[in-house]
């Protein structure tokens, strides 16, 4: 199949070169290059969620002392009032 892609010309000169050197076919030398990348499994790291706890962990909820009316109240406002 034939396609169409655009590489750095740094990169296609340093690909050119190497299929020129091992005697190969650019197109050769791509494909083994996709196949390589495609055949290694991508090294995924597990997201973190950084801790941004404020407070004393052992202390009292604050939140404890409200409630859920009053919460909804603090973070929506109070619908209805300009």
Known sequence: MK???DIQDALLTRARR???RHG???RAVVEEGLR???ST???RSRYRLPDLSVGDP???DPL???SWQDLRE???GNPGTP
Request: glycine share 4%; hydrophobic share 45%.
């Open 3 to 5: 396609t169409t892609i």
């Open 18 to 20: 190497h299929a020129r």
């Open 24 to 26: 190969r076919p650019l």
């Open 36 to 38: 390589l990348v495609l």
């Open 41 to 43: 499994p991508a090294a």
């Open 58 to 60: 052992a202390g009292p």
């Open 64 to 66: 404890e002392t409200y």
């Open 74 to 76: 603090m973070i929506y």
